[in-house]
């Protein structure tokens, strides 16, 4: 069975846009067996992570058991929906899971960035564990070895350089997909209302409670003032937001990089749109100044590049994101 396997090594030849649909359809729907929903987790997990790829295509085990610890914390701990898996027993993520959470103590609102550093790092390291017995060979054998290599003693994960591009051209369109088909599997394992339902639940999972230590790095190094109109706000009646330049529901996680202090008014207004281009230049030249101020952001800033905030800003617009929003300047 290939979700045994501890190597996967990458099938180099050239897959045209049809031939990766082909392959994602397969991976989707029923064809391929699915005795739990992980590998729907994986495939979300990866879009998340998209934007932070090395420049040899590699991604770490971390990172993805991150997405992955993230994904099922919400569904099992916040909302009740423990049954990912066919059969008797629980998917071992999930027990995985609340054991810790019964372990350490950590009430049920709280979501998993909540959980304080450390503890979040020990879940990753048990939850890598479950993908390693579980996970990553199983996505690897459904596409037939065509969409990335991974070796478990190196913790090594390598994106086809095709497959990725792919993965951001259509990247909205493979969330609601991926959404859609985890939902509806989600829906045949638990007793709950409807599909729709759960699709809410689906496609907020990676959602982030709470900016605020965002928040505090970016106002502990920069003046309080508005990214886009230039708005004072260290005054008392100004209340400072943290807007995602390019919007959340493209991205679908949360980097300092593409974080800015605004005034209420302008992320009421800009929601989910683009600025207007003239801003990406704004936002280059205020990473590079966060790059060389912030010491704790040497972390936060791993991988970013900025032809990588110019892909995804392209990138959103090639996925529909194309009304542009021009922010009042007084
Ligand atoms: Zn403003």
């Given amino acids: 069975m290939s979700h045994k ?17 082909r392959i994602f359809t397969v991976v989707l729907s029923t064809k391929s067996v699915k005795s739990s929903t992980y590998k729907y987790a994986l495939i979300k997990s990866i879009i998340e992570n998209l934007y932070q790829i090395d420049d040899n295509h590699q991604l770490t085990y971390n990172q993805l058991a991150y997405g992955f610890a993230k994904i099922y914390w919400n569904l099992v701990v916040h909302h009740d ?20 959470q019964k372990k350490h103590a950590i009430p049920n609102e709280f979501s998993y960035d909540k959980i304080n550093d450390q503890l979040q790092l020990k879940l990753v390291s048990k939850i890598k564990t479950v993908m390693k017995t579980n996970v990553f060979g199983a996505l690897y054998g459904d596409t037939g070895g065509q969409f990335y290599a991974f070796d478990h003693s190196r913790e090594y994960f390598k994106i086809k350089k095709n497959v990725h591009q792919f993965m951001m051209k259509y990247q909205l369109l493979l969330v609601n997909l991926t959404n859609y088909h985890m939902a509806k599997m989600i829906e045949e394992l638990n007793e709950v209302p409807s599909i729709n339902y759960l699709l809410e639940k689906v496609e907020t999972v990676a959602k982030r409670s709470s900016l605020k230590p965002f928040e505090r790095v970016l106002l502990h190094y920069f003046e309080a003032s508005c990214f886009y109109c230039g708005k004072d706000l260290s005054k008392q009646k100004q209340p400072t937001e943290v807007d995602h330049f390019i919007p959340w529901s493209f991205v679908q996680s949360d980097q300092i990089w593409n974080l800015v202090l605004s005034c209420r008014h302008c992320n009421n207004t800009k929601r989910d749109k683009l600025p207007e281009r003239e801003y990406l230049n704004f936002i280059i030249d205020r990473n590079k100044v966060l790059k060389e101020k912030v010491i704790e952001s040497q972390s936060l800033l791993e991988n ?19 009304e542009i929003w021009v922010p009042r300047r007084g």
Wanted: zero cysteines.
């Fill in 304 to 322: 970013y590049k900025d032809k990588k905030i110019i892909m995804l800003y392209d990138y959103s617009i090639k996925n529909g994101f194309d």
């Fill in 81 to 100: 929906l423990e049954n990912q898996n066919r059969g008797d027993r629980n998917a071992k993520a999930v027990t995985v899971i609340l054991e810790f």
């Fill in 5 to 21: 396997l501890k190597v996967g090594e990458l099938k180099e030849d050239y897959l045209t846009d049809e031939e990766i649909w």
